[in-house]
């Protein structure tokens, strides 16, 4: 392991705790919509905020620690100017930190995701800058060929992160405008910016865990971000079909909608035929559980993601579903579902490859991804029915929207259910993570990795030997001062 | 150059290239009409007090409170406002009420909703089809 990949550990740790953060806090919000005089020392708007917000935060985190990793792993070398993994990781906790404490405390920019009051989202666009930056320079200084295919996708991503931020850290005073630049973020983050880092991080880590040829996943990779560019960009038409924007967005949003069912095809199809998975015993007990969580993000990537993404943006379905729950089991199905799981997979792989994992603790991570898994699911059915009614109730039989509250109890309970099995897994993974890395937590922090394979390593260390045999050389020529002198006082 | 890596970026800088251009005019005419001063310190609320966590407009936001994009058609001022200076208990709950706003924030408040409601929406949400039948 290099530097640069021992410290963007740290960031794989951060997101394993703030998504079992997250499980728990989400709790609460579910169990308000159901009994609404409910009094939590929270606020319903606050809690709801800090859900949104640790959604995005989490998986953020986690997969800018692993470009770092796979980056530096595919370029052979280390990250540009080395020691920023670790100021890029303070400056992004701090903003998280801040973020989510002022949300509770009730400062809120009230724009559905992007709720932190703009000095924040400086602090946060900055970071992603710096990211951006870092991986543009190392990627110019590798000696890898420039057209490897992992290193472009995780490269892109990386680079429109930051442009696609931007927009968001002021707020306009024409609604309309407000939510086309929103969906820069809520849809080109999630369908895009994400979607081509999450391509590179696992095409790395599948290459790198089961040798899979690259040549053939290089081609595979290619094909696959292509088409996510050509659908994922223009698909951001289907979150415009309402928001008082000119209408031919109907047209542009639902074609490539279409189009964007492809990439998860290909996707789907490529990583079948380039891994080799002969069989899943060879493994050690992390790989299989890293294996087991990319498999959920894939089966979600499919049906969560995909097949029902297509549905939603056919226009005239989308103009009956939209703006019900059926949105918010899609966007937790995607969301959580895909890049959760993705994120979760990479994170553990990482972390794994400083301590192992016990046979005990393998277990209970078992029961933890199908207690994920079960719960998501459960969630995800309850609010799709709930959503339908809503949809049933309002447009067909003209119902109030407090009519219909009352008549989709039910379903938000079953939602309450799937989101306490949902947080058990959750905090059960995090669990197993924290007690296997405990003994090497401080290891994790401090920047002591010396690998005998690297380049700059090798060059610190026949530094610092150097420097201690300058420094042995001066006490040597002084102790030989000394026999000198009480030589010549003798010879008197 | 690779031919996957030239495919990539065409397919890539094309679509950004596109969508600015589409984004650039849809912002363009969005702007033909642009809010009052009043409305525009009524979205400075709305965003301040966080309703939309609860509430959506065009379809987008919390999904409990309803959508408030046309709100304004169905109440008019004077029922806005009395609704947001004494707001009435929430659906189904016994104490929790709805959120208070003074007297001057419910003005800009509801020229806010006058303002959302005068954005076409392509006659998003569909009417009830059973609307008359079951009144």
């Known amino acids: ?492 | 150059m690779n031919f996957g890596l030239k495919g990539f970026l065409l397919c890539m800088l094309g679509s950004l290239l596109i969508f600015a251009g589409l984004v650039y005019h849809s912002i363009s005419f969005v702007t033909d009409s642009k809010p009052s001063s009043q409305a525009a310190e009524g979205k400075k609320i709305f965003q301040r007090k966080a309703c939309i966590e609860c509430h959506t407009i065009f379809g987008n936001g919390g999904y409990n409170g309803g959508d408030i994009t046309h709100i304004y058609e169905k109440y008019g001022t004077e029922a806005l406002n009395s609704f947001f200076t004494n707001p009435p208990l929430l659906g189904g709950a016994k104490y929790a009420r709805h959120m208070q706003l003074t007297r001057q924030e419910s003005e800009y408040m509801s020229a806010y909703l006058k303002f959302l409601h005068s954005i076409n929406t392509l006659d998003w949400p569909p009417e009830p089809a059973y609307n008359n039948a079951i009144r």
Not at chain 1, 360 to 365: E, G, N
């Open chain 1, 1 to 492: 392991m290099i530097r640069s990949q021992h410290l963007s550990c740290k960031y794989a740790l951060a997101a394993f705790l703030l998504f079992g953060l997250q499980g728990i806090v989400a709790n609460g919000g579910a169990i308000e919509l159901v009994l609404s005089d409910l009094r939590l020392p929270i606020d319903f708007t606050a809690g709801r905020s800090f859900h949104l917000n640790i959604s995005i935060y989490w998986t953020l985190i986690g997969m800018m620690g692993a470009i770092y990793f796979f980056f530096s792993q595919e370029t052979k070398q280390e990250i540009y100017i080395v020691k920023h993994i670790n100021f890029n990781f303070w400056l992004i906790i701090a903003t998280i930190g801040m973020s989510l404490g002022s949300l509770l405390l009730g400062f809120n920019d009230g724009r559905e995701y992007l709720e932190a009051v703009w000095p924040l989202k400086i602090l946060l666009a900055g970071s992603t800058l710096i990211f951006g930056y870092m991986l543009f320079r190392t990627y110019l200084n590798s000696i890898v060929p420039k057209s490897r295919a992992t290193l472009i996708s995780m490269l892109a991503g990386s680079l429109t992160l930051a442009i696609f931020y931007l927009p968001n850290i002021v707020s306009y005073d024409h609604p309309s405008i407000d939510e086309m630049m929103k969906y820069l973020v809520v849809h080109l983050w999630e369908e895009m910016t994400l979607e081509l880092m999450g391509t590179g991080v696992l095409a790395a880590l599948l290459i790198n865990m089961t040798k899979a040829d690259r040549r053939v996943a290089e081609a595979a990779i290619y094909l696959d971000i292509s088409f996510m560019a050509l659908g994922g960009i223009l698909a951001t038409g289907h979150h415009y079909y309402w928001i008082g924007v000119p209408e031919l967005w109907i047209w542009i949003g639902g074609f490539f909608s279409a189009i964007q069912i492809i990439p998860t095809i290909v996707l789907l199809y490529a990583v079948f035929q380039t891994t080799k998975f002969e069989s899943f015993s060879k493994f050690n007990y992390h790989e299989k559980i890293t294996l087991m969580l990319i498999g959920s993000s894939m089966f979600y990537h499919i049906f969560g993601a995909g097949f029902t993404g297509l549905f939603m943006a056919y226009p005239p379905i989308n103009r009956y579903i939209h703006g019900t729950y059926i949105v918010s089991a899609h966007s937790h199905l995607a969301l959580f579902g895909v890049f959760g799981f993705l994120v979760l997979a990479v994170s553990f792989y990482i972390l794994f490859t400083k301590v192992t994992l016990s046979k005990t603790l393998y277990q209970w991570c078992v029961v933890a991804i199908f207690s994920l898994n079960l719960g998501l699911l459960t969630m995800s059915a309850g609010l799709t029915i709930a959503g339908g009614l809503q949809a049933y109730c309002w447009y067909v039989f003209g119902l109030s929207t407090a009519d219909t509250n009352t008549l989709i109890k039910p379903y938000l309970a079953i939602r309450i259910l799937g989101g306490l099995m949902y947080s058990a897994g959750s905090t059960i993974l995090t669990y197993a993570v924290l007690k296997s890395i405990w003994p090497q937590l401080k290891s994790i922090f401090t920047d002591n990795c010396y690998a005998s394979d690297n380049r700059y390593y090798k060059e610190r260390l026949v530094l610092t030997l150097f420097k201690s045999l300058i420094k042995k050389q001066r006490e040597a020529a002084a102790l030989l001062q000394k026999i000198k002198e009480i030589v010549n006082r003798s010879v008197r």
